[in-house]
């Protein structure tokens, strides 16, 4: 029978450790990456929803439903949203007057840094936030 010496025991602990250390990285890489991107989401959703809410009140004026949302969408990190950036849509269900819903879209690729996680989810996460307002003014006319 081969004794057991304290260095092949040490070496074993080691390579559990590197196997276990390893699983461990991926997982929590996993967790920070998604963390990350569900706080863009919920960045990007209350940017939508402030957009809806202005535009219930001022539903002709696009520019100023995509300068309150990029105002609100770049805080407190900025994602590079401007007010002419394609990634803002406001359309209507009917027309702009009383009585009619306002929809604020917002769509945003969250870039994945985190190398383990790429091979699963690829370079990107689509994010998109979407708000619907019932429009308050002005009244339909006849």
Do not use: W
């Not at 004026?61 to 994602?79: C, K």
Request: aromatic fraction near 10%; charge should be negative; glycine fraction near 8%.
């Amino acid at each position: 029978m081969k004794q057991k010496t304290f260095f092949s025991e040490y070496s074993q602990s080691l390579v559990e450790l590197a196997i276990a250390f390893t699983v461990m990285m991926f997982l929590l890489s996993g967790v920070i990456e998604f963390g990350i991107a569900f706080f863009q989401y919920m960045q990007i959703q209350d940017a939508a929803q402030e957009g809806a809410i202005y535009g219930s009140v001022n539903p002709t004026d696009e520019t100023g439903i995509r300068n309150r949302v990029a105002d609100v969408i770049n805080r407190p990190f900025n994602l590079g949203i401007t007010p002419t950036s394609s990634n803002i849509t406001i359309s209507d269900h009917g027309g702009r007057c009383a009585g009619y819903g306002l929809v604020v879209t917002i769509t945003y690729d969250h870039p994945v840094t985190m190398p383990l996680i790429t091979s699963i989810t690829g370079s990107t996460i689509r994010l998109r936030g979407s708000a619907v307002s019932t429009i308050l003014t002005p009244p339909c006319s006849p």
